[in-house]
T-cell receptor, first 116, second 115 residues
């Protein structure tokens, strides 16, 4: 069974540009989460989808970040325009509904974003 | 608000010795507690969790953790460390019945096992 896959693995962009990160969850997992880790700091929750609906987006930093999950399958996270402080590793995680209630998540390898 | 503290940025242990990676948490109610591990260039992998029941939980790769409610701790332990245990370890918490869906993670502890 394929795990959670994320693309790209690393993106280097200039301040003001746009980047779109993609996450393909494990097939059949209705819960999809985005997290971010800034260098050396905590992994911070960004948002949670249940199927195509945003269940909780309380962790989204500001309106430069837009997450979508059309059709309830893969998700994208767009940063527009990117700022220096957006640099970090963006993790996607998924779980089935039952596991999601107790928080056991399956993570992708992360997309490293560097904003210059 | 939920929070997790991992007081050590790095823990160094000789191979074969016991290891402990510390974690304390803060939640309003009762917690679900987790440990995840990240090997180089890999995603986070689930190690173990405490939901309810026995305070000592056993997980993957011979790791275990003990939930201590009075000390609000959930330290990760292993009786005999292997070089292959070297990785970045994250503790996480979620409040039972809490409104927030996401896990709250600590900042991670680098575990280095020396041959």
């Amino acid at each position: 069974e394929a795990g959670v896959t994320q693309f790209p693995s690393h993106s280097v962009i200039e301040k003001g540009q746009t980047v779109t990160l993609r996450c393909d969850p494990i097939s059949g997992h209705d819960n999809l989460y985005w997290y971010r880790r800034v260098m050396g700091k905590e992994i911070k929750f960004l948002l949670h989808f249940v199927k195509e609906s945003k269940q909780d987006e309380s962790g989204m930093p500001n309106n430069r970040f837009l997450a979508e999950r059309t059709g309830g399958t893969y998700s994208t996270l767009k940063v527009q325009p990117a700022e220096l402080e957006d640099s970090g590793v963006y993790f996607c995680a998924s779980s089935n509904l039952r596991a999601g209630n107790t928080g056991e998540l399956f993570f992708g390898e992360g997309s490293r974003l560097t904003v210059l | 608000a939920q929070s997790v503290a991992q007081p050590e940025d790095q823990v160094n242990v000789a191979e074969g010795n016991p290891l402990t990676v510390k974690c304390t948490y803060s939640v309003s109610g009762n917690p679900y507690l987790f440990w995840y591990v990240q090997y180089p260039n890999r995603g986070l992998q689930f190690l173990l969790k405490y939901i309810t029941g026995d305070n000592l939980v056993k997980g993957s790769y011979g790791f275990e953790a003990e939930f201590n409610k009075s000390q609000t701790s959930f330290h990760l332990k292993k009786p005999s460390a292997l070089v292959s245990d070297s990785a970045l370890y994250f503790c996480a918490v979620r409040e039972k019945g809490g409104g927030a869906d996401g896990l709250t993670f600590g900042k991670g502890t680098h575990l280095i096992i020396q041959p």
